[in-house]
């Protein structure tokens, strides 16, 4: 291949790789005879496969210390052969020591540098080599080349001015994360009842939450499906890649996937199996290694059934889960469903680790989405506070991973199950580990039972009526309510959140973003003072309830703030106390002047459905949002195909003043004419608009 980067070669084993001004790698090599093959230049921890533009610097020498000079840094070295590791310091022009420095680490930033290998940040623990052991093959376009050895050592350095560029930077180096199916930016229910399950059984869940108005794209199945049992009894998880008998009757499974698919539900199943390629290391918890081609083939005849992704809950294999979902991706020819592992929690009911950080996770994972943080027991409000924070800042956002969710068990009765069910609502995805919004607290504890790893001493399923085991015995029905409302609520905001998702790819912004990332002006939040408290997008301020207090201290950065609820306005820059009492209530503020976009209610997502846009107008101000869409499933939105709708927003105690601009860019579906709305104060105005034209208007309301 042509160079890949700018290479100065500092002793034979010692090479600095340019990208940009601001941002190299060093590598280090024990190889023999070429310490650099080409074939090793481009490791799975980094995303970026084609060339970088040349980068201009200038080298000197004083004594053992190289010093190369870009436009925007200094990068002093130690030429030592032999050594493995990060043996250099960086400067800004001005000469003022920007790495290393004893300052706060921040997720994966310090001082705004961000240091990484292969598995880890600034060196942190970590249960996978720091080495980057599979390598990009630029004639297969997949990381297949092995390095079985600790031979090379790639220590990567990004600086940004701020916050946000950092992340530009980032991802442009490390690669993007993937946008999910557009029904994927709703809800995932997961179908957990063990070798009790069935495909009577599922198709009633799938009913249930219909006629409840439940709102819910994706039903997960889990090891019932055929995975991990058979003929009512389970099975070694992982061992069978093909149907349970009790998926087979009386319908076929492809007939029982076209029911599903009927009433809006895409469906994916869970492997505790993988394809077992050659060379996997670091894998630790993975219960059935198949044969590739086997495996493969199971996978082929279950996608001609209609599934349309995997959960990998064989935890620990990231490179094996690129394999996966890059196969998944050709298999399917659209975005799949997918969800590995992220061990975080703060305690387990059923095993007996507790992870409290990540420690199995390669940089590169980020390449595809989305994971969940493991099986953690969600009966206390401290494990609900250590989600919240893990998840939107210490180990996801602040680490450059968007698509993380939980299990949500919500087997801590109804105020921790409202109340966690309300944060992953309001975060980037959303599921449920099998409980569903009807379930008490009794049937969730009995899911920890059915998914106890250790202590079982039958493999027999003890048969229960399909009511207890659909959850429907004395139904918690105030929990129910209160969980839908907040279902109903994230669906309106499916235009808003997708606009954001694709700024996620586009910049590396994360969709739940820290308030030190969003305020990083605001010396009230610049230090991560904050940490259970994030921007949802760029407009909305989610402040999820962690404890069952009846107030709870809420910042407001600076500048005024709407209660999107009441519609009452905060002037920011300090703390206020608010009221939690109310159960179904989670302190959400809007930034004044600003636009939402949304949709009116609705229980799923058709990409296909040309919906009325509701511009949601909050307080009196000036305002200009992007309208984010493209066809929701395929591929081509990395090709140019989709299309952005700015709206431009005027709003005073009189009316609003409204300019929606032709749209930019085109998709297959896109539609010539849309209806809009604009919302204010319970008001409403609807207006048609030619998406080819710019529409002005300035509506009293």
């Known amino acids: ?17 340019l990208f940009t001004a601001s941002s190299f790698r060093v590598r280090t090599s024990k190889l023999n005879r070429c310490a650099f093959p080409e074939r090793y230049e481009i490791p799975f921890a980094v995303g970026k496969t084609k060339p970088w533009k040349s980068v201009k610097y200038e080298k000197s020498i004083n004594g053992c210390t190289v010093i190369v000079k870009t436009a925007t840094l200094i990068i002093k070295l130690r030429a030592l052969d032999g050594y493995m590791g990060a043996n250099f310091s960086v400067y800004d022009v001005n000469g003022e020591r920007l790495y290393p420095v004893d300052a706060p680490k921040y997720g994966m930033f310090i001082n705004k540098c961000i240091v990484f290998d292969s598995a880890s940040f600034f060196n ?5 080599s720091r080495y980057a052991h599979a390598f990009y093959d630029n004639t297969k376009g997949e990381y297949s080349i092995m390095l079985d050895k600790d031979a090379i050592l790639d220590i990567f350095f990004i600086y940004g001015k701020t916050y946000k560029d950092g992340y530009a930077k980032f991802n442009e180096l490390v690669g993007a994360e993937p946008l999910l199916p557009k029904k994927a930016y709703g809800g995932h229910q997961t179908q957990h009842l063990g070798a009790a399950g069935s495909q009577r059984l599922l198709l009633q869940t799938a009913k249930l939450l219909r006629e409840r108005s439940v709102p819910c794209d994706h039903l997960i199945v889990d090891f019932e499906w055929g995975d991990g049992a058979d003929d009512s009894k389970e099975v070694v998880w992982g061992s069978r890649l093909d149907w349970s008998s009790e998926y087979c009757y009386p319908l076929s499974p492809k007939q029982m996937i076209d029911e599903l698919n009927k009433l809006h539900f895409d469906v994916s199943l869970i492997h505790h199996s993988i394809p077992d390629y050659a060379n996997r290391i670091d894998e630790d918890w993975v219960n059935y290694p198949c044969d590739s081609h086997k495996w493969w083939k199971s996978i082929d005849r279950l996608i001609a059934d209609g599934i349309k ?50 420690v199995k996770q390669r940089i590169g994972g980020r390449r595809y989405p989305f994971r969940w943080t493991g099986d953690m027991s969600y009966d206390s409000w401290d494990e609900l506070a250590f989600q919240i924070k893990a998840i939107t800042n210490t180990e996801g ?14 087997s801590g009765g109804v105020c921790i199950g409202a109340r966690s069910a309300q944060f992953l609502c309001f975060n980037s995805v959303m599921r449920s580990h099998n409980t569903k ?47 839908r409302k907040y279902l109903k609520l994230r669906y309106r905001l499916i235009p808003y959140i997708y606009t954001a998702a694709r700024q996620t790819y586009d910049s590396g912004l994360p969709i739940t973003r820290p308030l030190m990332i969003e305020f990083e002006d605001d010396e009230n939040c610049n230090k991560n003072q904050y940490p259970r408290q994030y921007m949802f997008g760029d407009k909305l301020l989610v402040c999820p309830v962690y404890s069952d207090s009846k107030t709870m201290s809420v910042y407001l950065p600076c500048g005024d703030w709407i209660d999107f609820f009441t519609g009452n306005k905060f002037t920011g820059g300090r703390e206020i106390e608010v009221d939690i009492s109310i159960l179904e209530k989670m302190p959400i503020f809007v930034r004044n002047g600003s636009v939402v976009t949304t949709w009116d209610e609705c229980d799923y997502i ?46 005073d105690k009189d009316g609003i003043s409204i300019i929606v601009f032709a749209r930019q860019g085109q998709y297959i579906g896109a539609p010539r004419n849309r209806k809009f709305a604009l919302l204010r104060n319970g008001n409403r105005i609807e207006f048609d608009v030619d998406t080819r034209r710019t529409f002005e208007h300035r509506f009293e309301i």
């Open 1 to 17: 291949m042509e160079k890949y980067c700018t290479q100065i070669h500092i002793t034979e084993k010692v090479r600095l790789d």
């Open 124 to 128: 942190e623990y970590s249960g996978c």
């Open 309 to 358: 992704g995997t959960w990998q809950d064989t935890r620990q294999t990231d490179i094996t889960d690129s394999y996966v979902y890059k196969g998944f991706c050709e298999k399917l020819a659209c975005r799949p469903y997918f969800i590995g592992n992220y061990d975080v929690y703060y305690d387990s009911n059923w095993t007996t680790e507790n992870y409290l950080i990540p």
């Open 397 to 410: 956002a602040l680490k450059g991973i968007s698509y993380i969710t939980n299990d949500d068990m919500r």
């Open 437 to 483: 919004p009807w379930e008490s607290e009794e049937s969730s504890r009995e899911l920890a039972a059915r998914m106890a790893i250790i202590g079982k001493t039958d493999s027999t399923v003890q048969r229960s009526d399909d009511e207890k085991l659909l959850g429907l015995v004395n139904p918690d029905i105030e929990k129910e309510r209160i969980i």
């Open 606 to 651: 058709d990409p296909t459905e040309v919906k009325t846009v509701n511009i949601e107008v909050f307080g009196e101000g000036e305002d200009t949002v992007s309208l984010y869409e493209d066809d929701g499933t395929s591929f081509g939105y990395k090709n140019g195909e989709y299309a952005f709708t700015e709206i431009k927003m005027q709003a």
